[in-house]
Every structure is written in C-alpha cells, then in structure tokens.
C-alpha cells in the first residue's frame, strides 16, 4: 500500500529536520519498505499507523527509530580500493613524515555506518604502518544513526558482509569466528572511538582532524546543506590535513576554500 501524499510530506520533513537527508519521491518505495518493517518490529498494524503514532506523539525513541530506519547504510570493507591504496603508499607515509616529532595523528571516518570503513583503515594501519600504534594515534568514527553505531562497535558481520571487500588472508589474521559470524579481534575494535554525531547540526563537534573520510554521505543532501557542512569541517581540518568523498563524488558546484589534490588516480581535498 502506497503512502499519501500528507504522510510522505510529514516524513519529508522530519528527515529533513533529522540527519537532514532529502528525501526523493521516488525513493518512496525503498523507504516504504523499511517502515513495514519497522511497523512490524513496534506492534503497529500498517505504516499508516506507524506514521501517526510518532505523528501523535512528542520526539520518542519510535521517532528516532524512524529516522534511523530511513538513512541508507549501505557500506563494505576496503571500499573503493584505490582510495585505499592511495592512504597506504602515499597518504598515511606522508603525514608519518611530516608528523614524526609530534607523533600525533587523527584520522576522522565521518559516516562510518557498521563500521567496515574504520575498521578497514584499522587493519590497513597493522599491516603496514605498526609504528603508529605506538603514538598519539586515533581512528574517530561517527555517524547518525544509533543502530549502526552499536553494531559498529560490536565489529561483527554475517559472511555475506565479510565477503563483500575482506581479503581472506585480513579475515583469518583479524577476525575470530563466531558461529557463522565473524567478529573482529578486540586489539582491532580499540583501535576506533566511536560517536554520534549529526553532521548537518550546526553546534555538531567535529573533531579536529589530520585526514578526514567523508564517503557516501553528501549525496544524500541539498546543496545547501552540503554547502554549510562542508565549511565546518573546512573550519574543523588542520593546515595540510586531506578530505576524501566517495569515488563518485565531488564538490565542484560549490564554493568552499578546499582544493583537489590527485593521489595515485584518487581525488582528494585540502584547505585553501
Ligand atoms: C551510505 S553510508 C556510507 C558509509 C561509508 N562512509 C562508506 O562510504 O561505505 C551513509 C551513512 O551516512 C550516515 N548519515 C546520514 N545522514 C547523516 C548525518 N546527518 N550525520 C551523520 N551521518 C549521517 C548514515 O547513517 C549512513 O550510515
């Protein structure tokens, strides 16, 4: 059964004035979908229902649950391999050297999802760069949605989630087996320090950072939400810190003091 038109409207804005995500119509399906399945879950008899009782009621857990069910998550590990080929041979030497006296360092992973975003950069830093475990060292990983937070910080994934971009030989080194999941190792998970955090909230405390992921997220967002998020972070970057989007990203209709630097066939942004 399809939404009308005044419930669309009611879940158009509250979205909007949520994670302040733009809800397109004809992404009304995939949303329609999630709710009966929300709806399900909370004893609701329709999604009609469902709307009206968070309609009913002041902002309730029902009301978060809602937005959250509404934001797309869709993630894997090492996505978008060159980017992360990029961190390893040129970015991640690069601030090593320019940061070897202060041996201080923070990596910001700014819509991390379930997780497989930090954790990739995690194991990415074991295997190749283990001296930086030893220094003022810290992967921030922040995202909207409480859910996927709380599975984040359990770093445990289906096999259908390991085998979407995990390198057998990463899995056998960095994952314990449990049942037919696979949980990362504990040395791994405290490697990340997890927040909520609503990029789109103007008082948001966006964590000064030395390199900063910001994938998959600004999509979801009008221009002139795009715009004002992206000046704070601007704001948030230290003097030569590096920003990278989405592979099919980019920024070039608006004006922010950030420039693109290629690496290794992967764009990147520095302040300007
Ligand atoms: C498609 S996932 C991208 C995950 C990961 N960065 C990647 O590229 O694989 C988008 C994430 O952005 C989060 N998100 C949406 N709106 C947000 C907001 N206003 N503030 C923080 N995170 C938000 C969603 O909860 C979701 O987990």
Redesign the pocket.
């Known amino acids: 059964m399809s939404l009308a038109t005044q419930e669309f409207e009611f879940l158009r804005d509250l979205v909007i004035a949520g ?3 733009v809800l397109e119509p004809d992404r009304q399906h995939v949303v329609e979908a999630r709710l009966a399945q929300l709806a399900l879950n909370e004893g609701f008899g329709s999604v009609s229902q469902l709307i009206e009782g968070v309609r009913k009621n002041p902002p309730t857990q029902l009301q978060r649950k809602l937005l959250d069910v509404i ?6 590990f090492f ?2 391999t060159q980017q992360f080929e990029a961190l390893k041979n040129f970015v991640l030497p690069e601030f090593m050297a320019a940061r070897r006296s202060g041996r201080k360092l923070v990596i910001w ?6 997780g ?2 930090p954790y990739s950069i995690a194991m990415l830093v074991r295997e190749h760069f283990p001296e930086l475990l030893s220094w003022d060292f810290q992967i921030i990983a ?4 409480s859910r ?1 937070l709380q599975k984040a910080q359990l770093g445990k994934y289906s096999r259908f989630e390991v085998n979407r971009g995990m390198p057998a030989t990463l899995l056998t080194k960095y994952f314990l087996r449990d049942g037919l999941d696979w949980q990362l190792r504990p040395e791994i998970r405290a490697m990340i320090s997890f927040r909520q ?4 909230q103007p008082s948001a405390n966006i964590p000064r950072s030395d390199i900063v ?1 910001l ?3 600004l999509i ?2 009008d221009r002139g939400t795009r715009h004002e998020l992206l000046d704070r972070i601007r704001f948030s970057l230290v003097e030569d810190a590096l920003l990278v989007l ?1 592979a099919a990203e980019n920024i070039s209709d608006l004006q922010i003091r950030l420039k693109p630097v290629q690496i290794n066939n992967t764009c990147w942004y520095r302040p300007c």
Do not use: K
Not at 71 to 76: A, S, V
């Open positions: 994670p302040g995500i934001t797309n998550n869709e993630t894997w996505r978008d992973s700014a819509a991390c999802s379930t497989q975003e922040t995202d909207y949605s996927v955090i609503n990029l789109t992921l994938r998959n997220v979801y967002f989405g």
